[in-house]
């Protein structure tokens, strides 16, 4: 609140390495942000499901072999093989194939678009990053200039040569120069995060957080197992 101390303060825990290049940071991302690999994998099953519906207009063929026994000098055995060839089903079996074609190419449109999505957010972000790093360095270097000048003129008001006021301006200005140095912190912070977060490295294992992390696949045996180990 205004007015009260502000106590303790500390600077934020330093984050994870970002790329200095757009480049590196988008090969990154591109292997790892959870849209691109949800969509490639979404492209993925839906080339099953056409190659699938491709083999519905193939002959299936099924076989079985039966053996009797008779006496002890006699016994028989035979062999049956059916073949199934689909003709016509109203249209049913192009109709599945057709579908297939269209998830396929709606699949592919929406790995299109995270990757795009993914490029576009990360450029700007990686953008204002840098930014936000030069800002840092351009703060500390007005810093020390305006504390040389602060100095300078305070020792000068002493002989008379500097009024008050001019001592004033001069602490207001190293002052505004510390103040831009913080909100320079702050907003490397922030585009740090976003970067991360669009090079899909925001995670708790890469950040370093002591949490527990989760693991789908015993989740998975977890739900689907019982305690015997049948299936529920």
Known sequence: MVGEDHGDLSSPPKHPRIPNTFTEAEKIALENHPRI??????????????????????????????SKAGSSISSSTGATIQATI????????????????????????????????TR?????????????????????????????AFEGMREESKLGSRTTLDVLDAEQALLSARSNLVSALRDEQVQAYSV?????????????????????????????????????
Do not use: C
């Open 37 to 66: 690999l949800a969509a490639s994998l979404q492209l993925k099953g839906s080339e099953y499901r056409v190659d699938a519906s491709q083999r519905i207009f193939s002959p299936t063929i099924t076989g079985s072999i039966t």
């Open 120 to 148: 576009s957010n990360l450029q700007i972000y990686h953008s204002s990053w840098l930014a936000a790093v030069a800002a840092i360095k351009a703060s500390k270097a007005q810093i020390k200039a305006s504390q040389i």
């Open 196 to 232: 991360l977060s669009e090079m899909g490295k925001l995670t708790t294992s890469n950040l370093g957080l002591e949490v527990q992390n989760l693991n789908p696949t015993a989740n998975y045996d977890k739900i689907t197992n019982k305690k015997d180990g049948s299936k529920i």
């Open 86 to 117: 689909p003709l016509f089903n109203s249209g049913n079996l192009r109709s599945k194939k057709r579908a297939a074609i269209n998830d396929k190419k709606i699949s592919k449109h929406a790995l299109d678009i995270a990757l795009l999505t």
